[in-house]
């Protein structure tokens, strides 16, 4: 487990110990396919049939209404792609949200390309959606739209419910990408009627290279990707079996530890964001102060540049992520963030810190203990910063 | 390569800067590159005798190698000839940081360009001012979309009372709002401070440069909440049916950008 101040979880997460011993057994002795009609097939149909279950009890969901994939990029895609491809009669048009994780909106050029029409609604300062102006960007050819539960970048968690009443009796089919979400904040597909939902296994602590979507009964879609077409012609190419008895194991394990364990996250999340405003002149919260992920703080820095914050944090053994255009493999800086109105320059001096199952109350602590000092170095450089302004 | 995976001398220049400061007086000339929009921004202050760099010292906000390169290049041309110093190129700051990461050679290795327009200022007998911004087309760009400028703000009066304001009547109806302020002079001076009561995000742009003067009616937006943008136009206000954000004309780069915003007011 981290041995460093690891206070980037929403990057990546360790998979919890008791989830690799559920997975070892099927590397080695149960190596099975659920194809073959053999013993070792049969042992691991069952396993598929019953990790199935288990993950879908997860999210209120029945059996039959959930397939496994590689991950939350081949959900997306299954997801819009499938959805927009099997439903063209319909109409032609789509709606995601600006705030959006940039391979949402990379999805989204991608059927653009294809002859479908993409409208983006705007969010708040805090980078809601706001459900008059998402009843606004609906037309008469709108077929789906997609908004992701939470920002996994700035916390921010979508009025879901309130959304899906907006598309209730339209004949509109909703998608959430609930990657940042799940494990932190309850879903159930029961109370809030989305169609399709992405989950991925490494977000609640299970393999990397493991998701899964969730299909509403009676919504269509079309396979993106033609093969044997295993889980129900809809994601061909043989079951991979260790990832999905992970995912299946850190599911039952997080169902049961969340609700501690998002109070804890909470407390330590409240204590950085305090220390920081508290201490630090010209400090910012990014994202809504109450709706937001319990795990997330997420700051910018008026006059310093991020990619400075991280690598000095870095010195000192503190793991965090920037939104920072410098540390981009593509120089832009975070979508999400310009979309809630932050200038470059501000979205440049962003820095956000993710807790997770193995934070400890002492990482908050060491972050307030140097922080202070790194911004104090850093605008010292700085021709931005003046003074008498930050006092 | 990562964008981070720096050397071990550019990292120990990022960690020990060396000549942070400005420096003053008749024998100064200052140079300056970036923009803050595109995340670096360097100020690069030479003092001059028998032209020869006798003292340089540097500003920068950026990323960790453009403190670096900033850093080696005041390390590089101390001592050096006006003539020796303009042939210092972005390679050699480069390759005396024992390299840079291929994505940064352009955007964050700038501070020889910031030292190349000092020498120009010095050349010139800009000496002993504040750094003159960079006219369009001197200095690269480095982010942004290509500039257009038309002559008046595209869309204003088709969404005039569906985010645009030309007067404030009723501050409540900006709530929770992310409002621009068009300079019009103190009474949107007036109007942006008054706004901050009612909403966390209210900005202010003005084409004119930041004032130095206390009299300036702008002066006391820096001591209030308001973000302050200088040297910036707004050319459009966008959106289907209610403002959804502007494009802002940056005067200092010539170029665009453009900015997600709930209400702009334009006073008449």
């Known amino acids: 487990m981290p041995a460093q101040v690891y206070l980037d979880y929403q990057s990546s997460k360790p998979v919890d110990p008791r989830v690799v011993d559920a997975m070892r057994p099927w590397f080695t002795e149960r190596f099975g396919n659920p194809s073959s009609l053999h013993l070792d097939g049969d042992e691991a149909t069952d396993a598929l049939e019953r990790s199935r279950e288990r993950v879908a009890q997860f999210i209120g969901a029945n059996k039959d209404e959930l397939i496994f994939t590689s991950g939350a990029t081949e959900s997306n895609n299954l997801a819009i792609i499938g959805y927009v491809t099997r439903n063209r009669k319909r109409g032609d048009h789509i709606v995601i949200a600006e705030s959006e994780h940039i391979s949402v909106h990379n999805i989204a050029k991608a059927i653009e390309k294809q002859g479908f029409k993409v409208s983006k609604v705007g969010v708040d300062q805090y980078g809601r959606v706001s459900v ?79 998701g899964a979507l969730y299909i509403r009964r009676n919504v269509n879609i079309a396979p993106i990707m033609p093969g044997g077409g295993q889980e129900r012609g809809l994601r061909s190419g043989s079951e991979d079996m260790p990832g999905i008895v992970g995912m299946a194991a850190a599911a039952d394990i997080m169902a049961s530890e969340m609700p501690a364990e998002v109070l804890r996250l909470a407390h330590y999340r409240d204590r950085l964001i305090e220390g920081v405003l508290g201490r630090i002149p010209k400090s910012h919260l990014n994202g809504h102060p109450r709706e937001r992920l319990p795990n997330n703080a997420h700051f910018r820095f008026d006059a310093i540049e991020g990619e400075s914050l991280l690598l000095s944090l870095k010195d000192k053994g503190i793991a965090v992520s920037t939104g920072s255009a410098c540390s981009s493999k593509t120089l832009e800086p975070s979508h999400t963030l310009i979309s809630c109105g932050l200038l470059h320059e501000e979205a440049h001096g962003s820095l956000e810190f993710t807790f997770g199952r193995w934070s400890r109350p002492s990482d908050a602590d060491r972050v307030l203990e140097v922080l202070p000092g790194i911004v104090e170095r850093l605008r010292s450089l700085s021709p931005l910063y003046e003074k008498e302004a930050m006092a | 390569m990562k964008s981070t995976s720096y050397s071990e001398k550019t990292l120990d220049h990022f960690r020990n800067p060396r000549n942070v400061g400005a420096l003053d007086g008749p024998d100064v000339a200052v140079g300056k590159v970036g923009n803050p929009v595109c995340g670096d921004l360097m100020y690069m202050y030479i003092r001059v005798s028998d032209d020869r760099i006798v003292d340089i010292k540097f500003q920068t906000f950026g990323c960790g190698s453009a403190v670096a390169t900033s850093s080696m290049t005041t390390e590089l041309v101390k001592g050096m000839t006006l003539d020796e110093a303009m042939k210092v190129t972005r390679n050699d700051v480069a390759d005396a940081l024992d390299g840079l990461p291929p994505i940064k050679m352009h955007c964050s290795n700038l501070a020889a360009d910031a030292l190349h327009d000092a020498i120009k200022s010095w050349r010139a007998g800009r000496r002993g001012e504040t750094p003159e911004p960079p006219k369009a087309g001197e200095v690269r760009s480095s982010c942004g979309l290509p500039a257009a400028k038309p002559p008046a703000i595209e869309g204003a009066e088709a969404l005039l009372g569906k985010g645009v304001y030309r007067r404030v009547e009723d501050p409540k109806a900006f709530v929770d709002k992310r409002v621009l302020i068009v300079d019009r002079g103190k009474p949107s001076v007036d109007v942006a401070l008054d706004l901050t009561k009612h909403t966390g995000r209210v900005i202010f742009m003005s084409s004119t440069k930041e004032p130095s003067s206390k009299d300036d009616p702008r002066t006391p937006l820096k001591r209030s909440d308001v973000k302050v943008i200088y040297e910036a136009e707004l050319i459009a206000v966008l959106g289907e049916g209610e403002v959804e954000k502007v494009r802002v004309h940056d005067l200092n780069e010539n170029e665009d950008y453009e900015l997600y915003i709930d209400a702009v007011v334009i006073l008449e």
């Open chain 1, 132 to 210: 008059e102006k998402l009843r606004k960007k609906i037309i008469d050819t709108t077929i789906l739209v997609s908004i992701g539960w939470a920002s996994s970048e700035i916390g921010t968690v979508q009025p879901m419910q309130e959304i899906a009443d907006v598309l209730h009796g339209k004949g509109i089919a909703l998608h959430s990408d609930a990657v940042a979400a799940e494990g932190l904040v309850p879903i159930d597909v029961r109370k809030v009627p989305v169609d399709l939902l992405t989950l991925s296994a490494n977000d609640i602590y299970g393999p990397k290279g493991l």
